[in-house]
């Protein structure tokens, strides 16, 4: 068997500051408190939470690669208050009161992450220098104006700058901004560093991690477990299942979310030239109002990270590594870092890579504990999960101990989402939705009509 090289997963992998040798993996049947699926973000931070303020909880991860494999060693660094379900479509599913505590307790978190990486000495490389979004081009301003009015009606509006094309470019430049909108809050992290450092934090906790273990079965009520190929872990108090999209790939919960992919690509690190004509000083996170999402950081070390659509979904809700290596979508999120910044025409990619994320069918995700069944479940955060799941880790925390957060009332805790719907039903609706972003934003964009079925998928797709 050809042995994985996990830096060869992202750059944040290959640049974790550690050698990625795999943990001991499990040996044998095991009885502990609580019994976690999934060594990423999730998992961690409800590992963390559960020891620090239970000494001597007997807490267990079973990871099947390595701490940080997924999503949480591979994403875009946005550490922000951002939710996939947005502050409008909140406040009419759930009111303004709770669409505005969801938003408030997620820049908590990402306050949150901050201290708990400063409290441990995990060189997260935190840099909290708030986010711009931007309308590129006229047809994106309506999406722009929406949001903040959303923010206004919230009462979140001072939080929210409105600038002029002129005040976007004392910031960054990019080509044809319309408007934009400055919020100091969110920040970005070095997304490896975080994860890496924080199984650490947990070991030192006294938690045990074993990689190289994959989860085959689960089974709930007094004599709650993870079935494993090496034994079972029973755990006397929860079972947590927290591997995200990759639990699709367990029977019972194959159609409980669909694995999404998003890929990055990565620049080589800009000139002192180069940074001066797009400025971008502050390291903002960046964004436009496309349909099918695009986000941009500033690394650490001075490259642009470029991440957008991945690759098509695949039949079976199949996850492979091919499909982190898209190479039509690579090419064409390279050809994007050019149409932004068109100095940078020439400019060598050094990296793409991509993940899947879990998407629940109504977008919304959900931390839950059932007190009888012994399951909590945290995920569906639908690309949206590095501050989302640090509060998903200390909900579980609390629900699992009995211990109050002040975040039961939140609308996402204790949810469900419906399931997906079979295949081959679910290839046909994904793959639609999947091209109809795609032909809206590029009608908009080359200044064509938008095409016939756009409000059907504006409909689908209002999140
Ligand atoms: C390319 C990309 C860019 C992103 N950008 C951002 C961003 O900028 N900001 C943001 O907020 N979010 C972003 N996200 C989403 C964010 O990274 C995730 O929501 C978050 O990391 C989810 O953490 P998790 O621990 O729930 O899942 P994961 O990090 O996916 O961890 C799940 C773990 O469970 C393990 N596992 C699964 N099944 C089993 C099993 N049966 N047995 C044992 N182990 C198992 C997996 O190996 C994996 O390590 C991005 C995601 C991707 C893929």
Redesign the pocket.
Known sequence: MIEKRYEDYSYWLEDAGELLVPRQAMQRSEDVDVAI????????WAAYYLLRNNPGLKVTV???????????????????P?FPVSASVMAKRWGADAARAVLLALQAAVDEIRAVSEREGIDACFRSAGTVLVARGAHQLPALRAAYAAYERLGLAERYEVLTPDAVAERVRVTDVHEGLFTPDGASIH?GRL?RGLARAVERLGGKIYEQ????DFKGGSNAR?I?EAGELRARKAIVL??????T??KKLHRALLPV????CLTEPLTARQWSEIGWEQGE?LASMRNTVV?L?KTPDGRILF?SR?APYVFGSKITDEQDRHAETLALIQRSVIEWFPSLAGIRFTHG??????MPIDWTPAVRFDPDSRIAF??G?????????NL?GQMLAGMITGRTTGFEGLPFAQRHSPNWIPEPLRWLAVHYMQSAYERVDEAAEAGRRPPMDAPIAEFLGRH
């Open positions: 699926l999934g060594g990423g973000y999730t998992g961690l079973v990871e099947r690669e390595i701490a940080g494999y997924g999503a949480s060693g591979r994403n875009g660094g946005w550490c922000s951002r997304p994860v273990t994959t989860v085959i993870l494993t927290a591997g995200e999209a990759y639990l790939r367990l992919y998003s890929l990055i996170n986000y950081t991440g991945g890579w991509g993940g899947p994320v879990g945290a995920g955060y639908t690309g949206q999960g590095v501050s989302t799941s998903a």
